[in-house]
Nanobody
Framework: QVRLVESGGGSVQAGGSLKLSCVARGGRLETHVIGWFRRAPGKEREAVAVIAGDTRVEYGASAKGRVAISRDNAKTMVYLQMDSLIPEDTAMYYC??????????????????WGQGTQVTVSS
C-alpha cells in the first residue's frame, strides 16, 4: 500500500497561483491512477484532476481550465498547478491512489488510499 503525502498548500489572494505536490512513500506511482480531490467546509468531496498513466488526464468541472495535473515518475511525484485562484477554491486538497479497476476516474469512492491533505485558502 502506497502512503501519500501532500504539500504546497497555503494562503493566497484571488488571482494567485499554487502548486501542490503529492509524493508516494513505500510505492511507485508510474503505473497508478492518481487523483486530486478537494473538500470545502460543508460541501461534498469533489474531483479536481486525475492522471492515469503518462498522458491521460481528466479534470473536474469546478476548476477545469485553471488547473493542470502532471507527474514525475522518477521522483514518484504528482503535481497540481492551480492558477487564477478564486475564493471558491478554498478547501482541503487530497491526493488519492488505489483506484478500483472499472471505476470512474472522477469518483472519490473509487480510490482507497488517501493522503492527509493540504489546506488551500484563497482570499478575495
Amino acid at each position: 500500500q502506497v502512503r501519500l503525502v501532500e504539500s504546497g498548500g497555503g494562503s493566497v489572494q484571488a488571482g494567485g497561483s499554487l502548486k501542490l505536490s503529492c509524493v508516494a512513500r513505500g510505492g511507485r506511482l508510474e503505473t497508478h491512477v492518481i487523483g486530486w480531490f478537494r473538500r470545502a467546509p460543508g460541501k461534498e468531496r469533489e474531483a479536481v484532476a486525475v492522471i492515469a498513466g503518462d498522458t491521460r488526464v481528466e479534470y473536474g468541472a469546478s476548476a477545469k481550465g485553471r488547473v493542470a495535473i502532471s507527474r514525475d515518475n522518477a521522483k514518484t511525484m504528482v503535481y497540481l498547478q492551480m492558477d487564477s485562484l478564486i475564493p471558491e477554491d478554498t478547501a482541503m486538497y487530497y491526493c488519492a491512489a488505489g483506484f478500483r479497476s472499472g471505476g470512474q476516474l472522477l469518483r472519490a469512492d473509487d480510490y482507497k488510499d488517501w493522503g492527509q491533505g493540504t489546506q488551500v485558502t484563497v482570499s478575495s
